[in-house]
């Protein structure tokens, strides 16, 4: 009984001076520096130029027709590239925007926003690979 109360007494002394020896050490060397994140490479915005695209409803039917401002944010490094490969673009584009139903509202004649910027960044990736455009914004949308 002896021999496990000893035992008992020093693990709880082991784990005391392992315990005030770590927090000593914290509080000498203090916390470690924050990880800093890489520095990001500095964007610039390309236009693609008024996009004209049909409103296609769920059932395939063509609601109507839209023009859309918008823009890639691309690396600066890489904005020409952007800009010289704007009509591989459009191309992709259309031939996506006629399978895509991007009609919204009651009546299907509002473009549904987000679809169109999928459909140009999926469309984007094709033209020009996948790491070039970081983000599609669309800036505008009129009826046709």
């Known amino acids: 009984m002896k021999k496990l109360l000893a035992l008992l007494v020093l693990l709880a002394l082991g784990l005391g001076l ?19 994140a890489p520095p990001e490479e500095a964007s610039v915005f390309v236009s693609v130029g008024p996009l004209l695209a049909p409103i296609v409803a769920g059932d395939g039917k063509l609601s109507g027709y839209a023009t859309f401002d918008v823009q890639l944010e691309v690396p600066a490094a890489d904005e020409a590239e952007a800009t010289e490969k704007l009509p591989l673009l459009l191309h992709a584009v259309n031939l996506r925007t006629w399978s895509t139903p991007m009609a919204a509202g009651p009546d299907h004649i509002l473009p549904d926003l987000r ?4 459909v140009v960044k999926t469309a984007a990736e094709e033209a020009y690979g996948q790491k070039i455009v970081r983000r599609v914004i669309v800036t505008g949308a009129k009826p046709v």
């Open 18 to 36: 392992g315990a005030g020896a770590a927090y000593g050490v914290a509080q000498l060397l203090g916390p470690p520096p924050p990880k800093s």
């Open 115 to 118: 679809t169109l910027a999928s």
